[in-house]
């Protein structure tokens, strides 16, 4: 899977944004980003499976597999919503 092109991140009041690189005139297409959304959504400008999502997580955090599978699986859901991934 991979983000839809179009997108770009933003720092808004030390708080990292996405959003359509046209700007937003829809508010529903901004998602505000956490460190570890962030770190994903570097990972999802390349494609990337679910697993290799994961293993990125254990890698650079400090979490258990069940915890980062849980965040993966929440991040993912959350922008298939958002038709954000291509």
């Avoid at 400008?45 to 955090?61: F, I, P, R, S």
């Amino acid at each position: 899977m991979k983000l839809k092109e179009g997108f770009i991140l933003r720092t808004v009041a030390g708080q990292t944004v996405a959003l359509p690189s046209e700007g937003v005139t829809n508010l529903d297409m901004m998602i505000t980003l956490n460190d570890t959304g962030k770190f994903l959504w570097e990972k999802l400008t390349v494609d990337a499976e679910k697993a290799d999502l994961v293993e990125a997580l254990l890698a650079e955090y400090d979490v258990d597999r069940e915890r980062a599978e849980k965040s993966v699986d929440t991040f993912i859901a959350r922008l298939k919503e958002l038709d954000f991934l291509a």
